[in-house]
T-cell receptor
Framework: DADVTQTPRNRITKTGKRIMLECSQT?????MYWYRQDPGLGLRLIYY???????NKGEISDGYSVSRQAQAKFSLSLESAIPNQTALYFC??????????????FGPGTRLTVL | RKEVEQDPGPFNVPEGATVAFNCTYS??????FFWYRQDCRKEPKLLMS???SGNEDGRFTAQLNRASQYISLLIRDSKLSDSATYLC??????????????FGTGTRLLVSP
């Protein structure tokens, strides 16, 4: 079984709809992240969390919210989806390795299309 | 200027060829460097970390040049299965707690028979 799973894998929705993307992990990592990937752009960080009670904005958090319900779960919500939120969304987890750096492990991605 | 810059390619090479990619970064305080591999429509996966002394993993060799702020990835004896996009990734200072990963847009490699 995959260590980091995302649901749904694909979603088509309409402008103005509320959408939730879910991420679960079995790696036991404390740190979780949400990224989006757009053609011609690198992955960009939306939100991250180091703990169940810890939520931090990334570089492009406007229009998104997150919830860290448990160590293993981190969900991303689009309260009112708009077409420029069409993208590939990745969840990732990490834990500090022996060098003190974060090695991140990604889920399979959710392809979201907002019409 | 982008924080991490890569040639998007594609690099088209025959099987067995040696190919090298470079990546430049703008933050001189960056401490950690990685190459990730991403197959089409799939998640990025760590290929290798890049250490100051350089490191090798089989057919793959990564080098870091701090003075010129670039990292490189060399692939020897290319295989068809090496066809993918290679993402250059850097982080901030090790002692600031959270080290945000900054991703390049990737270099696409196509290995042909």
């Amino acid at each position: 079984d995959a260590d980091v799973t995302q649901t749904p894998r694909n979603r088509i929705t309409k402008t103005g709809k509320r959408i939730m993307l879910e991420c679960s992990q079995t790696k036991g990592h404390d740190r979780m992240y949400w990224y989006r990937q757009d053609p011609g752009l690198g992955l960009r960080l939306i939100y991250y969390s180091f703990d169940v009670k810890d939520i931090n904005k990334g570089e492009i958090s406007d229009g998104y919210s997150v919830s860290r319900q448990a160590q293993a779960k981190f969900s991303l919500s689009l309260e009112s989806a708009i077409p420029n939120q069409t993208a590939l969304y990745f969840c990732a987890t990490s834990d500090l390795n022996f060098e003190g750096t974060d090695e991140q492990f990604f889920g399979p991605g959710t392809r979201l299309t907002v019409l | 200027r982008k924080e991490v810059e890569q040639d998007p390619g594609p690099f088209n090479v025959p099987e067995g060829a040696t190919v090298a990619f470079n990546c430049t970064y703008s933050n001189s305080a960056s401490q950690s460097f990685f190459w990730y591999r991403q197959d089409c429509r799939k998640e990025p996966k760590l290929l290798m970390s890049v250490y100051s002394s350089g490191n090798e993993d089989g057919r793959f060799t990564a080098q870091l040049n701090r003075a010129s702020q670039y990292i490189s990835l060399l692939i020897r004896d290319s295989k068809l299965s090496d066809s993918a996009t290679y993402l250059c990734v850097v982080t901030g200072r090790r002692n600031t707690g959270f080290q945000k990963l900054v991703f390049g847009t990737g270099t696409r490699l196509l290995v042909s028979p």
